[in-house]
């Protein structure tokens, strides 16, 4: 066994010096790397498949409208695959369910990585979740991208040189959405409800950074757990408060539970909700079922939020186009909504950043190059952030309204902004998707 | 001079002097298994002696002492919670001082709840044990200053020391943690049920009027009984601190306290060996039933709930055809072995098999 182990260490230690020497060989002879034979020059990677694997709430509370986003990036990459892959490897993306369970996320990311030997994680989805298995995918060295959450924790290249978020952090959104309030609903009283996790209090914290903190009192300020679905209490004290206007970053079945509990109390402020919680097509489904068929998406009239991908239903958008047609074709037994292109959009950058790295990428050479080289934003409203001291993804938001018949109009140009730094218009134009829908 | 050398031959020989080998053999089985194998084997290994921690105490409580708990999957929060507030903003503490004070601090809630428990039977101990496993995550949400609200505190792993050398997996010497906190338990518990507090568990189960009356406290009784399984779910909780890498609320759900449940059921209700027959199959089904969702090209409304579902059928079909969980099944076979080839060292008649044995014991 002994001798086994010194073997295993061996090669490592040769893989490794193998592939050093590729990179400072790619490094002097920049540009090359498109041709030549694919060999396997990662764990994960052989001449003809790349191995990547994901933990999601496939069951349980976080599941309605999340369990899509994996089957549509798997989509994305069956599309990618049946038009030769990338530089001529298909991809293989295994997701495993974690019922939003901590204790089976430690569990199923050691299975990924240590006997499906993924190349990468990708789109692991969870903020409680997810920083249970961090530090371990750090320590070994393995890329983690697109953390499928918004929680600022994933930029921490020192301490976690091998993550990337993707989506903008809910601080940047609520900043953003905080200098809407002011622009366009300056003088109403402001009220909060929030996810007491880091996703609402870091909302809360660009919403304060941008309204000030004082400008709305502790009464204004109510919070809910997801596992206590009775939040009548926190929508009365909204009422009482006399709030007209109500931010809430809240996940889709809150939002619903809260329209419907503020419709009940004839409460009607106007509703700002943050992105990951106010996709039409989920919030009518959950606000039928909830009210059993009483009121549907009507409630979802006058709902200020934000986008940082395309419209769902805005289809003389090439990328809505693009996308629209592969959901057709792979994955037509799922609702075409937000999630769908949430799976799809970030499967996209996935392989721009794979296309990026060149033909036989090891695990730090594609951390690298995500790093340096300059990734289009794809579909993305908002530019990519990824540098060597930024590991967040998309930068910015632009804001829209819904109408009763679940119309979307955006309103305003695209904003982008970084945790501290001063909110600037972004003046950049939409790109169009290549030909063949692949980077 | 003679009376107390054959009373302590009495004392160590047969019992603990048996369950010293036992714990013996087992330790050179696991740490030359352990070695074989790869990391994630290891790892798994790992949950195994976990559960089969706070399973073999939840089964002292259960299947020997009677009481029903709900609330075992809380009480392993509290020695995990114990063991992450040691171990925040990278406190350094030994591994031994993290597993005591986990052990410590849930034992000391485990009498203030056992003296609650002792006074109520049947559902409305399930009930009261069910706001414990209900209440405990609630906490940690509510104090989010302390525990990190939902999402938890997180832990350092407990790096292998050096003379191992610097290739050593992490997995494999968190196993051997694993493993030697699950030996020891299992020895404590193996002397305590053959002694005196063992004998008292199963006379106040099976009749508590009739164990008063033989002199036998029985509100004591059922709090040691208590304090002693809180303290292997205390221990469990901490290991499961280490194995994670994370505390958080979600990972202690009344779905932790099930598990624990259906690992003593399925294993065998009562005995040490059935906690581990049960959490060897609390790690290893669902592992093999996870990577389906993504393997077959099903509908995914399909897929995502096809593991829980033959997780389900698994359990089923394991009650069915062994009622008394594996240990049970296991005996059945042996008594059956004896019944047919001779040897019956209970007195049994050579031929015939007691089809109806009740739960086994020890």
Redesign the interface.
Known sequence: ?KSV?GGN?LRIRAIAIVCLAGLLAACGTSGDSSSGTNTASAPGITATTITIGSTQP??GRA?PGY??I??SS?AYFNYVNDHGGINGRKIT?????DG????NT???T??LI??DKVFAMFSALG???H???V??IN?QKVPDLFVSSGCNCWNDVSNHPYTFGWQPDYTIEGKILGQYIQKSLGGKKVGYFY????FGTDGVKGLDAQLGASSVPDASRQNY???NTNIGPQIAALKASGAEVVVSFSIPAFTALALLGAAKLGYHPIWVVSNVGSDVTTLTGLLKNFSKGAVGGALLGGMVTDAYLPLTGDSANPWISLFKGIHDKY?S??PWDGNVLYGMAQAYTFVQAMKAAGRNPTRASFVKALETTKLSGGPGLAPLGFSSSNHLGFLGVQIYTIAADGTQTTTGPVYTSSDSGPISQYSGSASTPPANGIP | MVAVQSRLDRLVRPTFGRHLLFALAAAVVLLLLSSQIGAYDDYNLTAVAIFAVAAAGLNLLTGLNGQLSLGHGALMAIGAYTASLLLKDHHQFPVIVVLLAAVLSTGVIGIGFGYAAARLRGPYLAGATLTLAVAIPQVATRYKSIFGGESGLTVAPSSPPDWLGADFPPERWLAWIAFAAAIVTMVLLANLLRGAPGRAFKAVRDNEAAAALAGINVARTQVLAFVVSAACAGLAGALLAYWTGVTAPAGFTLALSLQLITAIVIGGLGSLAGAVWGSLVLVFVPLLTSGMASRLSLPSSVADNLPLAIYGCILVIAMLVAPHGIQGALRRILAYGRARWGNTPGGGQKGVVDWDDPAPDT
């Open positions: 066994m182990m260490a496939l069951t599941a369990s899509e994996s089957p798997n993306y295994y997701y495993y369910d939003y369970n901590p204790t430690a569990s199923l050691r299975k240590l006997e903020t409680p979740t920083l249970a298995v530090d371990y320590s996810q007491n996790d880091e757990v997801p596992t994955v037994n799922l």
